[in-house]
């Protein structure tokens, strides 16, 4: 008899062990998502700012059309105020585009981190690929960004008659 309960207690400490080393897994991998999900949030405040620019050029777009239907006398100029405001949506959409985009892979780095973790297959090469594509995504939205910027910054009339 006290072989069999030597062996029952091996059996309970070995899968208390267990699990212990499982909280404790599940405790780093929580703490190395941290900087992702920190990551996330950025973008998440980045695509709040595009969306509301984009909002803003799409009403400012559709207040020179009505104002295009009632003075055709300055139809060249409000053309030409329409085809900027659409050059400068045009790059705010790549920049939302590849913020989602950046958003997505970084949220692909904490689903991957917990895969690695628990299922076992070595994918540090994927974390790290998948991490860089976001950072190049991320990089190129706010070039997209900065361009859309510029042209509105080249384009900003303050005080100047348009006569």
């Known amino acids: 008899m006290p072989a069999d309960s030597l062996w029952y207690k091996k059996r309970r400490v070995s899968r208390a062990r267990r699990q212990r080393c499982r909280v404790i897994d599940i405790a780093h991998v929580v703490q190395s ?3 992702p999900v920190f990551l996330l949030s950025g973008v998440a405040a980045t695509l709040a700012v595009l969306t509301n620019r984009l909002g803003r050029i799409v009403d400012r ?11 055709a006398t300055s139809a060249p ?32 780095v904490v689903v991957t981190l917990f895969v690695h973790a628990f299922l076992g297959p070595d994918l540090g090469a994927v974390i790290a690929l998948l991490f860089t594509a976001a950072m190049v995504c ?10 859309e910027v510029r042209v509105a910054m080249a384009a900003l009339r303050i005080g100047i008659s348009r006569a």
């Open 77 to 108: 100029q409000l053309h030409a105020d329409l085809a900027l405001l659409a050059r400068r949506a045009r790059y705010i959409n790549v920049a939302i585009s590849l913020a989602t985009i950046a958003a997505l892979l970084v949220a692909l």
């Open 33 to 35: 998502s941290v900087a």
């Open 138 to 147: 991320l990089s190129a939205a706010y070039v997209a960004f900065f361009i």
């Open 61 to 71: 777009a559709r207040a020179l059309e009505q104002r295009f239907e009632s003075h």
